[in-house]
């Protein structure tokens, strides 16, 4: 079965460093992968999309990677802020039907 | 700009009782969804719709039903509510099913005693 694992539920890092969060897949093939930011008691915001040929998208301090043969991506918040502490979910998209599936998230905590 | 707006925010519920949770969008998209979310579970598609008249089955459908009558509205029925249907349901669109971006409510927080 499709399974998508975020590396840890939590991680904990200090202001100004970078932090980097992972997503693994098995047994699915995505066309795009997605990150969103979630904060608690609101919904989901969709922060990146890349593409299944794209290595890399940035947007201002946020980089994604996507290495399909590892079947990897990687999430990282340079110069991150106590802002930054959400939790931080992963989700795949098929080429056929367009529903996203979703990793369970990883807590990410800045601290001052 | 409102974008989906879910009601009612929270509710607690009998079990055997109908609920029925509202979602509706005012971005014209065509593709809707609704998620349930717990803890250590993540997030989990219950159904979906790709465009209006159209429905289809997530991952965790029994127990729901779903209708499409028109594209801004996207109604999650539970027939007879049962304790493991507590939960945080969250309704999404966007604008078509070759579209990536999804947009989120703000979650329904439901209780079934």
């Known amino acids: 079965s499709q399974k998508i694992e975020q590396n840890s539920e939590a991680l904990n890092i200090q202001e100004g460093k970078t932090a980097t969060l992972t997503c693994n897949y098995t047994n699915y093939s995505p066309a795009y992968l997605q990150w969103y930011r979630q904060d608690p008691g609101r919904g989901p915001v969709f922060l990146l999309l890349i593409r299944e040929n794209e290595k890399e998208k940035r947007k201002e301090r946020l980089k994604v990677t996507f290495d399909t043969t590892l079947k990897q991506s990687l999430f990282h918040i340079t110069a991150s802020q106590p802002a930054d502490s959400a939790t931080y979910l992963c989700?795949?998209?098929?080429?056929?039907?367009?529903?996203?599936?979703f990793g369970k998230g990883t807590k990410l905590s800045v601290k001052p | 700009i409102a974008g989906i707006t879910q009601a009612p925010t929270s509710q607690i519920l009998a079990a055997g009782r109908r609920m029925t949770l509202r979602c509706t969008q005012d971005?014209?998209?065509?593709?809707m969804y609704w998620y349930r979310q717990d803890l250590g579970l993540g997030l989990r598609l219950i159904h979906y719709?790709?465009?209006?008249?159209?429905?289809g089955k997530g991952e965790v459908p029994d127990g729901y039903s779903v209708s499409r009558a028109n594209t801004d509205d996207f109604p999650l029925t539970l027939a007879s509510a049962v304790p493991s249907q507590t939960s945080v349901y969250f309704c999404?669109?966007?604008?078509?099913?070759?579209?990536?971006?999804?947009?989120f409510g703000e979650g329904s927080r439901l209780t079934v005693l």
């Open positions: 719709s790709n465009t209006a008249g159209t429905t």
């Open positions: 989700a795949l998209e098929g080429r056929s039907q367009g529903n996203l599936i």
């Open positions: 999404a669109s966007k604008l078509a099913v070759s579209t990536g971006e999804l947009f």
């Open positions: 971005m014209r998209h065509n593709a």
